[in-house]
């Protein structure tokens, strides 16, 4: 007997499906949802076993990194009490026998202790005074010879120079400066017309602010000649002119007298913008004849202008003048980020 076809199904309808039965749908279905439920918790633990990790080599090269740091601040801070300590005993020795009865001790150590102390506190002591009264001391003095008493004199100026020419190299790193020599013969003839002059970017030393911009065509402009020379003391009057554009307020116009012993870490004129200057002398040849000694006379000159910053301990910094050296040290470590690739 044939099968009887269901009157009820249409021609190409796909034949009902038992009760029960799934469907490819319901099996993707459940095997998401079974992903879902192993898979999430497994990820989050993954993510959390990793963040955690990384986390934590974070905090742990920090705390190593400022372990490191204050070890090394500590060092250094006991580094410079015990260099400061050594300083302090040394200096208590040497000045006292420096200032000690001339008649007790011989010029050559005398001269000496001043190397020592110049070498060690010339940027904390002004020794102007002791090189001039040493030098005094040698020049009036009867008890050396005087070939003796010249090569002392001539030991004593080296020193002072090598002083000088070593404050004037590191006010240089930071700021400007300018070498010159000058023949002394006929200077009157040249009365007004500066020795140096010159014209600087104000850019170059003066930090720009959004309050206080530096344009790129403002500049500083400074003149120094000679109004007036001494042989016998070795020094020379200096008159020093400082011009800012644009701000006639802020020029500096004074004279001064500047001598072999002269230092530009403590000897400078201040002026705006947090900057120094200084004009100083690093040799002075004088021929031995008396003969046009004037005429036959030569100086060399350093004029330097630099941040208040760079002066010696003893020159203390207004509250302005730190604030724009923060601001200049911010200006160029911007500059070098700016010109990296």
Known sequence: ?????????????????????????????????????????????????????????????????????????QLLTQREQSDA????????????????????????NKILQLELMANNFNQSLDLAPLFKALARQLTQSASPPHAQSAELKKRLDRTAANLIFKQVNSLARRG????????????EKSFGTPFIAETIAKSRLVPSTPSAPVGDKEQISVAAEIVGVSIERREVEIRLRVYFSGEKDQDVDRHFWVGQYDFPMLDNTQLSHG??????????????????????????????????????????????DIL??????????????????
């Open 1 to 73: 007997m044939e099968p009887t076809a269901n009157p009820s199904r249409g021609v190409g309808e796909e034949p009902a499906k038992p009760d029960g039965a799934k469907t490819p749908d319901d099996k993707s279905r459940k095997a998401l949802e079974w992903t879902k439920a192993i898979g999430m918790p497994l990820v989050t633990l993954v993510a959390t076993v990793l963040g955690g990790y990384y986390f934590t080599s974070l905090t742990t090269d920090r705390e190593a990194r400022e372990s490191n740091e204050r070890l090394y601040a």
């Open 85 to 108: 300590l050594i300083r302090k005993d040394m200096f208590g020795v040497v000045i006292s026998r420096f200032l000690a009865d001339a008649k007790k001790e011989d010029l050559s």
């Open 176 to 187: 400007y400066m300018r070498e010159q020599q000058v023949r002394l013969g006929g200077w």
């Open 275 to 320: 900057l120094r200057t200084s004009v100083v002398i690093t040799d002075f040849v004088v021929p031995e004849e008396h003969k046009d000694r004037e005429a036959n006379s030569f100086v060399q000159f350093h004029l330097v202008l630099f941040p208040a910053a760079s002066a010696s301990f003893k020159e203390r910094q207004d509250y302005d």
């Open 324 to 341: 724009l050296d923060m601001l200049r040290a911010k200006g160029k470590q911007t500059r070098r980020e700016s010109e990296q690739p």
